[in-house]
């Protein structure tokens, strides 16, 4: 793990940020007929050279969060601020500036990489609406040098993506989104796709190269042990919204909200010592559709602490009024009424 500038602004700060899409019923004649609110009112900041972990079931809204980080999506409302100025406000020539600086490594290396490109043309290819990066001639160098920095032979530059195996193929993805000199990486869910044997040498690799560049990463996965390593902090998401946002150490042993803490007891522990005396939280039911989400707290319906209170009043993502002060350091938001460190009531 990278240590971040400790009071560091944010490169990235997202707010209230919303991403509707309609749900519409005929062929001919479309009619709305709702909304699946895929991400509904999400905020946070990511700090100059931190890795910032986004966590969810599949569903819960990750993706469309990347997309709209890198302008692949158009928010319904809110704000995406690059180093102050909102993104989502600017005009085609602006933002086309402000893309080239966060790029986007995608998730599944055999699906994302197009077979019919090689592989010089697939890492290259940003160069084509960006030339002054890497102008005609020295395109083949600067592709050669991508391909030695994420660790493959710059002799493969010809060879084609099915030549090469999925992690290979991941540093392919990485060259390429690398390609631009970007300043943030938000990398969605990019070892998901991998062996267990593999992922680490990715997420290795990933680290190396934000040391290296200096980067800022948002760092996507649906389970909590993926992200642990490399993530300074960690947000939690739920059907659309953020529940819980702390540093790794405040995730990972001092969780307050109950969904974190039903996430973290599904993650398998090496120890057996740590594993006694743990209990597994089995929640019930199924993840609520986001075109119909429930009433004040999403997690209601399947959380053991629910009361009246969590369906009619919606909690914020907020440092809980009952926790200011208690435990390391302040700035952990839970988005829970009767949010409680666990960890501090066993002994
Ligand atoms: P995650 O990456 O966490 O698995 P997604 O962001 O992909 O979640 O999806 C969040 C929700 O939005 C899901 O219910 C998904 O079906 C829905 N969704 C995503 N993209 C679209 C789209 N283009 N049109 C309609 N619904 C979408
Ligand atoms: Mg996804």
Redo the contacts with the bound molecule.
């Keep these: 793990m990278t240590t971040p500038p400790a009071q560091s602004e944010s490169i990235l700060e997202v707010r209230d940020l919303v991403k509707h899409?309609p749900l519409t019923q005929g062929i001919l004649i479309k009619k709305q007929i709702g909304a699946?609110r895929?991400v509904d009112g999400v905020s946070f900041g990511l700090r100059q050279g931190e890795t910032l972990g986004i966590v969810?079931e599949?569903?819960?809204?990750?993706?469309?969060v990347a997309k709209m980080l890198v302008s692949l999506e158009k928010p319904t409302a809110g704000q995406i601020l690059y180093k102050g100025e909102d993104v989502t406000k600017l005009s085609d020539r602006a933002l086309k500036a402000v893309r080239r600086n966060i790029q986007m490594v995608f998730q599944d290396p055999y699906t994302s990489l197009n077979p019919r490109m090689t592989v010089g043309d697939i890492i290259g290819e940003p160069y084509d609406i960006h030339p002054e990066v890497a102008p005609k001639g020295s395109r083949r160098a600067r592709v050669q040098e991508l391909l030695d920095v994420v660790g493959l032979n710059p002799e493969y530059i010809n060879r084609y993506p099915h030549q090469f195996s999925g992690g290979q193929r991941q540093r392919i993805g990485i060259a390429r989104g690398l390609a631009l000199r970007p300043e943030i990486i938000v990398a969605d869910e990019p070892v998901s796709a991998l062996d267990v044997s593999v992922q680490a040498q990715v997420v290795n690799l990933l680290e190396r190269l934000q040391d290296e560049f200096g980067l800022s990463y948002a760092f996507i996965a649906h389970d909590l042990s993926v992200v642990r390593h490399i993530s300074d902090r960690v947000a939690v998401m739920y059907l659309g919204r953020i529940v819980e946002l702390g540093t790794d150490v405040q995730i990972y042993d001092h969780a307050t909200h109950p969904y974190t803490q039903a996430l973290l007891s599904a993650v398998p522990v090496p120890d057996p010592e740590a594993r006694e005396g743990r209990e597994r939280i089995l929640l019930a039911g199924d993840v609520p559709s986001?075109a119909n989400p429930p009433s004040g707290c999403r997690f209601r319906t399947r959380c053991w602490k629910a009361q009246e209170r969590c369906a009619q009043e919606v909690p914020l993502l907020v440092v809980p009024p009952h926790l200011e002060g208690v435990g390391g350091p302040a700035e952990h938001p839970s988005a829970c009424f009767f949010a409680e460190d666990m960890s501090a009531t066993e002994e």
């Design positions: 899409y699946v895929a969810g599949s569903g819960c809204g990750k993706s469309t986001p």
